[in-house]
């Protein structure tokens, strides 16, 4: 059998019949390459938000398992128009939903998560000469309930079925790649020809929108190579590999700007045991994710507290830690939504000394003042104040990828 | 378990959120009037349209296959939010598609015929107290694959879950229900309490559009009683049922209008064995649908032969007989696309005389000229000209219906 490869299209890249023409001609330069492809569409631009809508016309909270019902057609509707653009070119192709393939997931509906993959009958497909077309998104209880995957689904469904069909995955979107900045804010920011799991997925969670977490996490679990591209143009993208596989070797693979957080903070809590714990579980309770934590040394009995938030969560948050200082006896609560978090990004950091007071001094230089601080293996995160956040996110990439190791872009060679 | 109801709702009485809610409140009518209702529902009014007219974007003659797989989300969609709606209002309700009931069909897409309907899941969901609302239009093969079921497919739905779970159908559609005659030609049409299933076939094959043949012939061979009324009104409608359950004995139920036949002469034909056949094998070969035959007696061995078939195929068919008249030596073909085909439909004419005799007479005392006439066991049809159509009906309607017997009105009291 020729090499298998699993290839998504994002809503922007089937958004109108024009477009899905564009995509189908990305399909067939593959098979005319001699790869067996496997297709993943999500639905067009604009229709789950549609469909949504028509339901919280009803119900501000429908049930889910309706939901998902709903939705599902979006994508339902993109393959089956997939599958007959194909065929109008002249390549015989199948669309597949969840339920016909089957991708079983558990019953959690809206975010299910992915217990079993049937792939006999898309073998089967490929084998009689088929291009399969299957509805990203979504998937199918053991009961024969629809379910969706959740935010980023599609990226999901394609990542899964790579992995069990042993294929490489290609995820086409509306950017070029992912690039060592963001090139709105950054002009000279690159283009990353290779990037590791554990950084993709550091640079997910902090705000680089290429792709979800949790499709990352998965295609690391399973070590599944992931080339990110753009459905608008015939460059190479990204590839998403195993650390091992990344042959350039810098200190700092990228860097990111976070602005959706808000940071809280508890002035002059009495420094006695428990206190974190209170102020944290209430939160947890809440159903709040709390990003940065910070608590300052103690003076005369007493210190401040500060944590960041999503900003959506920010004034919930601090209505209830305004209830929790109170009862511990805290002076007040202060709510900061003007920070931004600006990070540095890299594997390479495992094993190269300096890089955080290289970042400090960068701040420094620029006096720019620094919040908090937080720190991975990989990476190390800076709260400053939001108006500066994109001259920090400048003035680090010169000093850390500009000017830092020479960075050798390498091709793959598939 | 208390008696169950199919209850269908056709696109136009989903058309909109709000006329959803409108129909939702029809079901839950039923409940509170101590039934168990399954609801079956159309796709969104415009919604398999807009579907179409995207494949044909893609495909004049779109894979059948895919096009089941793109337009059973109309439906699919109405569901789910038919669902939503009855949980809004404090009923649950659970949505499901063809596959998920299952509704098993033989595999000829975009026309599909019911083979197998599993009970079992509808059962269920009803003991625990749930209304399940079901997709009508769509099925699923053995294989897995999604049928639709082709013109009239929601009725059909209704009617055959109906059967399999030997409940009374209710066909909620945008007229109020069955009448003597079209209420836009005879304003004094009166609306048919109880029609048979033998008259209602009649009828729609003779241009009336409240259900589709098929659906009817269904009924009448599983004995499902049928209720056919508005859901923009709470009037009861007209039931359609078995013979020996409408009461009114009357001669003539109702009088048709046919505007969509054209009339195809082949003039002066030998008159010799086997002329007929090679005509209409010609026009069998094309799948071309042979309404009225009339052939005259001859003169000097040469005959007249007429038909009508709808005016769509009408070019196609001239075409072709054209082509016949020239090998047999006829002397020529005449097409006439205005004419108009007016019948009286009725059980009662099995066991009464002279309404052929009464028909042909008030033609004749309006001076409308007869050019063909066809009849079975409960109808007469007369092809005239065309723009006396509307005149003959409202004559007809007058002396059978309205001088005609006296008709009673029965109300069913269910």
């Known amino acids: 059998m020729d090499k298998l490869l699993v290839v998504k299209f994002g809503g922007t890249s089937v958004g109108s019949i024009e477009r899905i023409k564009n995509a189908a001609r990305k399909v067939i330069d593959k098979v005319q390459q001699g790869y067996k492809v496997v297709v993943v569409s999500s639905a067009m631009a604009g229709e789950t938000d549609r469909l949504i809508n028509l339901a919280k016309e009803i119900d501000p909270l429908p049930p889910e398992r309706e939901l998902d019902m709903l939705v599902s057609t979006g994508e339902q509707q993109a393959i089956a128009l997939f599958a007959m653009v194909l065929n109008s070119m002249g390549y015989p192709a199948v669309s597949l939903c969840g339920w016909q393939v089957p991708i079983i997931t558990d019953s959690v509906h809206t975010k299910a998560r992915v217990r079993k993959i049937g792939v006999q009958r898309l073998k089967n497909i490929l084998k009689e000469g088929y291009i399969p077309v299957v509805a990203g998104f979504q998937g199918v209880t053991e009961d024969w309930e629809i379910t969706t995957l959740g935010r980023g689904g599609s990226d999901l469904t394609a990542v899964a079925l790579a992995y069990a069909l042993g294929a490489d995955c290609e995820i086409y979107t509306d950017v070029e790649g992912v690039f060592t900045a963001d090139p709105r804010i950054v002009p000279s920011a690159r283009k990353i020809a290779r990037i590791s799991y554990e950084e ?215």
Chains 1, 2 share one sequence.
Not at 247 to 259: D, H, N, S, W
Not at 308 to 323: Q, S, Y
Request: glycine share 6%; net charge negative; with cysteine.
């Open 200 to 414: 993709m997925l550091e640079m997910a969670s902090l705000g680089a929108k290429v792709m979800q977490a949790r499709s990352v996490e998965f295609a690391m679990k399973y070590n599944v190579r992931i080339h990110v591209r753009s459905s608008f143009s015939d460059q190479e993208g990204t590839w998403i590999v195993p650390e091992e596989e990344v042959m350039e070797k810098v200190a700092v693979r990228a860097i990111t700007l976070e602005t959706k957080e808000s940071r809280i903070t508890v002035v002059r809590v009495p420094d006695r045991p428990g206190i974190a714990y209170r102020i944290f579980k209430a939160l947890g309770d809440a159903h709040i994710v709390v990003d940065m934590i910070v608590q300052n040394v103690s003076h005369q009995g007493y210190t401040d507290l500060s944590f960041t938030v999503n900003k959506a969560d920010a004034p919930r948050a601090e209505e209830i830690v305004r209830k929790v200082a109170q009862e511990i006896g805290a002076q007040e609560v202060v709510r900061d939504d003007n920070v931004a978090k600006v990070s540095v990004v890299g594997i390479g950091m495992k094993s190269s000394y300096g890089t955080a007071a290289k970042m400090f001094e960068v701040l420094y230089k620029n006096n720019i003042n620094i919040m908090a601080i937080s720190t991975s293996e990989i990476k190390i995160s800076c709260l400053i104040d939001q108006k500066y956040g994109e001259l920090a996110v400048r003035e680090l990439h010169s000093a850390f990828v500009e000017e830092g190791e020479e960075i050798k872009i390498v091709n793959d060679g598939t």
